[in-house]
């Protein structure tokens, strides 16, 4: 009896056993920033390693847009809603830059684990719906954030171009809501495309027709009331719009009316994201 194995008392095990969790049992409470954080870093460095293809390349297309529609065609005396037309278009630039940037980058995430295979690596970990789509939105709102601030970088230092900032509260809640809402929108195309095709039919059909239709190189005053109420209908022309207003002071649209309807879109893409990622649509299967 003596030499009998000494129980723990509590416990019933013995003495410097590990207990471990019961089945179904969650060992991980709250949020899971270590796993959020590593997912986060992981889709961050993916893009980052081609950094020239991702950050810098989207950066040039942008500014060849202000090239073109500054000096080449040779207008330096017009003006748009009180202002010369380079300062008008360079924040509508810079927004839409960040708005295709963030599709692209969330676009591609788990679609090309789908291809490859490697799908599992997103399923696996201990993370739940939630804190996976908030790493996959998250890091495409930085590669966003990045090509913004390397297109707004080069804007201030090219001549006769203006881009000083007059409300920081717009710029910060449009170009966030903008980006956010493009983040959503690829992580739905990425949920449902099985190719890359797939994929690059939203861009070509969606994306680029709504960027370029959404008063970037133009005040949607001097437009039809039809093609008015079309831009209307259009939250790329809100994103831009009320980005623009932070810059210059003036916009085309209500700003608080665009910041509504943007934060209640994102809502409406977070919701649809959360519910397709928890019901495996398409990558479960």
Not at 23 to 36: H, K
Not at 106 to 111: A, D, I, T, V, Y
Not at 157 to 164: A, K
Not at 204 to 233: C, E, K, M, W
Request: with cysteine; glycine share 10%; net charge positive.
């Amino acid at each position: 009896m003596l030499d009998q194995t000494k129980k723990d008392q509590t416990n019933g095990l013995p003495t410097g056993a590990t207990r471990f969790a019961e089945p179904g049992v969650p060992v991980i409470r709250g949020v899971n920033w270590a796993g959020f954080l590593a997912l986060y870093w992981k889709e961050v460095r993916r893009f980052f390693k081609v950094q020239l293809q991702t950050v810098w390349a989207p950066s040039i297309t942008t500014l060849l847009f202000l090239v073109i529609f500054t000096v080449a065609m040779g207008r330096g005396d017009r003006t748009v809603l009180g202002v010369p037309f380079a300062d008008f278009i360079a924040p509508g630039l810079i927004c839409m830059g960040m708005l295709q940037n963030a599709f692209a980058n969330s676009s591609f995430s788990m679609l090309v684990g789908k291809i490859q295979g490697t799908i599992i690596d997103y399923l696996t970990p201990p993370l739940s719906v939630g804190e996976l789509l908030a790493a996959l939105v998250t890091a495409s709102m930085t590669r966003a954030v990045l090509v913004g601030s390397a297109v707004w970088l080069a804007m201030f230092l090219w001549p006769g171009v203006h881009v000083g900032v007059e409300h920081w509260w717009a710029v910060l809640w449009f170009g966030i809501m903008g980006s956010a809402m493009l983040s959503f929108l690829g992580v739905l195309t990425s949920i449902w495309a099985e190719k890359f095709d797939h994929a690059a039919a939203v861009t070509n059909f969606v994306v680029a027709p709504l960027a370029l239709l959404s008063g970037t190189f133009y005040s949607i005053d001097r437009l039809s009331p039809a093609f008015q109420a079309v831009s209307h209908a259009n939250p790329f022309f809100y994103a831009i719009s009320g980005f623009r207003y932070g810059f210059l002071g003036v916009a085309d649209s209500p700003i608080m009316v665009g910041a509504m309807v943007l934060l209640a879109i994102n809502i409406g893409l977070a919701l649809i994201c959360y519910f397709l990622l928890k019901s495996g649509w398409k990558i479960k299967s």
